[in-house]
């Protein structure tokens, strides 16, 4: 104990570095999540003081809500597609990048990024994906004869979770994408010319057997910000198909949780469907680091 | 020879450097980039070459890749939209340069402050803060809006900026990144200084935050497309204190005859975070390079 506080009083310069962002994400980010918690333990509509009710806000969104069911439903749909899709994209994408020359390799880095970092461009897809015969992607197939009649593409159903997981791919290479570029970049070239000595036959064996396992950290950093967007889907849904979209087609966790939060004010109800968020994400960041250790081995 | 043989040609003396190579692979692989580039690159020429395009011609079939008749109508319509509004446009205009600098300045400098000691030195309580930066980055913003929004309001920065710049500044990403980037430099530096007494704070201010400059792009890039976009939300109320991005959202909200200005709006956003990333470009591969986890 004694031995702790010697080293702390050393330190003592560094803690006060640390401070300033210490306290902000403690205040911004640790107590929010701790509260959280908290409130998923209670009925709190903001105006009353929160009242304890005990596991009631679980058992109502686990057993009771039909509507959680489709949003978890859609969540998973729209997260196991558009995660691992856009992760295999901006890997495979950064590759290929790698080997071009310098001037084109910066051309194609900010075609793939720029759908991320261009504020609301995504509603341009609202033009495109136009229930009449004005939209661009109607136009198009009835241009070619595919159809007859305009496709309601963001009122109907059976096409609300595509658009999305179009759009929401479009969007998606972002941070990944950046970190797999910079990944390649750095790999030690001098293992590629080790492993055609050792019997490398073709590009493929190379990615698997030198690429991939060099850029683990990269992959890793990558997984983790894929997995935190794709299952936290709300803002593509909510422009493009409506909040609430018919028949909650395109109701993600989030969107419910917006709903409860923001629309309702039963944070308590909210703080619940937040936590389950939650916990689905630790669940799936300790199954992705499970699987990405073995790659290449 | 015509130019398919001609290529392969070259092909074959490049292979005796890179012998893993296959003719068909490379077709098939620059294929697939091309058709997603052009995937990825479509609706954004469609945001742009929308604004440049008369009420008109945004409408017709086939839609015209580039715009037959080049105007400034829709710039025109929105300068003058938004002259006609109650709050002069300098005053949004203003309210998101606030936002956006103070934090964007903000986070660079006290995110690298924390980064440093996090990177470079072994303390107690070191671990825990950064595991649970790690953890922090595995979830959305949106799990923690309303007790965020409880928090801000018992401070008392309801309806002011800081509610947004605050939590921006201390953004987990950032701090992540930064801290990566630090524990690749060398520091013989900074032991150097230490040794002519130099004290701890003239070290991080005089030596260390210039040598993570191409870092300092990174964050800032990260960190101004998001300040840049914001609309102050839930957290700003009062009509003169809303940037920019707001004041944009309204105007673009209408009828079919907005099209044209909805185009130019959309094209104001997206061409300013998109020009400082080309400007920054190399600088920022080179901090992605070191942001793995371990």
């Not at chain 1, 136009?139 to 179009?166: Q, S, T």
């Not at chain 2, 005796?16 to 580039?37: C, E, M, P, V, Y």
Request: net charge positive; with cysteine.
């Amino acid at each position: 104990m004694r031995l702790t506080w010697k080293e702390m009083k050393l330190h003592k310069h560094h803690y006060i570095l640390m401070a300033p962002y210490v306290i902000l994400f403690i205040l911004f980010t640790v107590v929010p999540v701790v509260m959280s918690l908290g409130i998923s333990f209670t009925y709190f509509n903001m105006l009353e003081a929160p009242r304890f009710i005990g596991f009631d806000n679980y058992t109502k969104l686990l057993l009771d809500d039909e509507i959680f069911i489709i949003a978890i439903r859609n969540t998973l749909i729209l997260a196991v597609v558009t995660g691992p899709v856009s992760y295999l994209l901006a890997f495979v994408f950064a590759w290929l990048i790698n080997e071009l020359k310098p001037k084109l390799r910066a051309f194609m880095t900010l075609i793939f990024y720029a759908p991320s970092i261009s504020g609301n461009a995504f509603l341009i897809w609202l033009l495109i994906f136009s229930g009449d015969l004005h939209g661009y992607a109607n136009a198009f197939l009835k241009e070619f004869g595919f159809i007859d009649n305009p496709i309601i593409w963001l009122r109907d159903p059976d096409y609300m979770l595509i658009v999305i997981i179009i759009v929401q791919l479009w969007l998606s290479l972002g941070v990944s994408f950046l970190a797999f570029i910079a990944g390649l970049q750095s790999v030690d070239k001098t293992l590629y010319e080790a492993g055609a000595i050792d019997g490398i036959q073709n590009r493929w064996q190379e990615l698997w057997f030198i690429t991939i396992p060099s850029m683990k950290p990269q992959l890793l950093f990558g997984a983790v910000m894929q997995i935190t967007t794709s299952l936290a889907i709300a803002e593509v849904s909510m422009q493009l198909v409506g909040f609430p979209s018919v028949n909650y087609e395109g109701h993600t966790i989030v969107t419910h949780l917006i709903d409860f939060g923001s629309i309702q004010f039963d944070l308590g109800y909210a703080s619940a469907i937040a936590t389950v968020l939650f916990l689905i994400m630790i669940g799936a960041n300790l199954l992705v680091r499970k699987v990405l250790r073995r790659m290449g081995e | 020879m015509n130019i398919i043989q001609k290529w392969a040609f070259n092909r074959k003396i490049k292979k005796k450097k890179r012998i893993n190579r296959s003719l068909a692979g490379d077709i098939f692989l620059f294929a697939l980039l091309a058709i997603f580039g052009l995937f990825s690159a479509y609706p954004l020429i469609m945001t742009a070459s929308n604004a440049f395009k008369p009420l008109d011609e945004l409408f017709v079939f086939p839609p015209t890749l580039f715009p037959r008749n080049l105007t400034m109508e829709n710039f025109r319509d929105l300068s003058e939209l938004i002259g006609n509004s109650w709050i002069p446009f300098s005053r949004y205009f203003f309210n998101t340069i606030f936002i956006t600098l103070t934090g964007t300045v903000g986070h660079v400098l006290i995110a690298s402050m924390c980064a440093y000691p996090l990177a470079k030195y072994r303390f107690p309580g070191r671990n825990i803060i950064f595991a649970l930066v790690v953890y922090s980055l595995m979830f959305a913003p949106q799990v923690t809006a309303t007790p965020n929004y409880m928090i801000i309001s018992w401070i008392g920065l309801i309806d002011t900026p800081w509610a947004i710049i605050l939590p921006a500044i201390a953004s987990s990403l950032g701090l992540y990144l930064m801290k990566q980037f630090m524990e690749q430099i060398p520091f013989e530096l900074v032991e150097s200084a230490k040794i002519d007494g130099a004290s701890e704070y003239r070290i991080f201010f005089q030596i260390v935050m210039p040598l993570v400059k191409p870092a300092w792009l990174t964050l800032i890039i990260l960190l101004f497309q998001r300040l840049w976009t914001t609309d102050g939300g839930t957290y700003i109320f009062s009509e003169e204190l809303k940037p920019l991005s707001y004041a944009l959202r309204q105007i673009a909200q209408g009828s079919i005859e907005r099209q044209g200005t909805v185009a130019a709006v959309a094209f104001i956003m997206m061409i300013v975070p998109v020009t400082f990333f080309i400007i920054s470009q190399s600088r920022i591969v080179e901090t992605f390079s070191h942001s793995g986890m371990k």
